[in-house]
């Protein structure tokens, strides 16, 4: 089993649509989560942390299950520039593995006019 | 504040050449990271840094090594490049301090070796 799953898409969907990513992950000691955001040929950049309780920035909610082990992303309102490819990453967790990522192969988006 | 820089941006090696890739972060983050990015691929560790002085490999080191002289810069070094080092390599860094480690990247070399 892959450290970090996600389904690679493509995602296609229309302006305005709203669309969820999930991924799984399979290390329970795990304590830091995140969304980045990858451009095509650019590099990954941080779109938000994932804490247990939810966050929301705008248009975009993170949601944690911990007893499940995933982590959702949820974009509402998709905008042209929405389209890219999303990054599930978590830390990894045990002696000598401190302040490393776990990225997953992303889920490419594309939304359409 | 510029983040992390590296350059080159573009580089072309021929087969059996050596070259170093810079990185420079101005953020004082005491952790440095590099990876590579195959096309279509996910992102893999080479090596890391929790400090100048102090590095350690990653998922796939062999073909290049690095140096931690200062906190600011995080050099990779290739020896005898092959095809298989063709890659986009992205540098990145973390704080320690938030005990959350988000790493922030640079733009990224792309280097082909032919």
């Known amino acids: 089993r892959k450290e970090v799953e996600q389904d690679p898409g493509p995602f296609n969907v229309p302006e305005g649509a709203t669309v969820a990513f999930n991924c799984t992950y399979s290390?329970?000691?795990?304590?830091?989560f995140f969304w980045y955001r990858q451009d095509c040929r650019k590099e990954p950049k941080l779109l938000m942390s994932?804490?247990?309780s939810g966050n929301e920035d705008g248009r975009f909610t993170a949601q944690l299950n911990r007893a499940s082990q995933y982590i959702s992303l949820l974009i509402r309102d998709s905008k042209l520039s929405d389209s890219a490819t999303y990054l599930c990453?978590?830390?990894?967790?045990?002696?000598?593995?401190?302040?490393?990522?776990?990225f997953g192969q992303g889920t490419t988006l594309q939304v359409k006019p | 504040n510029a983040g992390v820089t590296q350059t080159p941006k573009f580089r072309i090696l021929k087969i059996g050449q050596s070259m170093t890739l810079q990185c420079t972060q101005d953020?004082?983050?005491?952790?440095m990271y590099w990876y590579r990015q195959d096309p279509g691929m996910g992102l893999k560790l080479i090596y890391y840094?929790?400090?100048?002085?102090?590095?350690d490999k990653g998922e796939v080191p062999n073909g290049y090594n690095v140096s931690r002289s200062t906190t600011e810069d995080f050099p990779l070094r290739l020896e005898l490049a092959a095809p298989s080092q063709t890659s986009v390599y992205f540098c990145?860094?973390?704080?320690?301090?938030?005990?959350?480690?988000?790493?922030?990247f640079g733009p990224g070399t792309r280097l082909t070796v032919t």
């Open positions: 990453v978590v830390n990894m967790h045990g002696s000598g593995n401190t302040g490393k990522l776990i």
């Open positions: 990145a860094s973390s704080y320690s301090g938030t005990s959350r480690y988000e790493q922030y």
């Open positions: 840094s929790v400090g100048a002085g102090i590095t």
């Open positions: 994932v804490y247990s």
């Open positions: 953020m004082n983050h005491n952790y």
């Open positions: 290390n329970s000691a795990s304590q830091s």
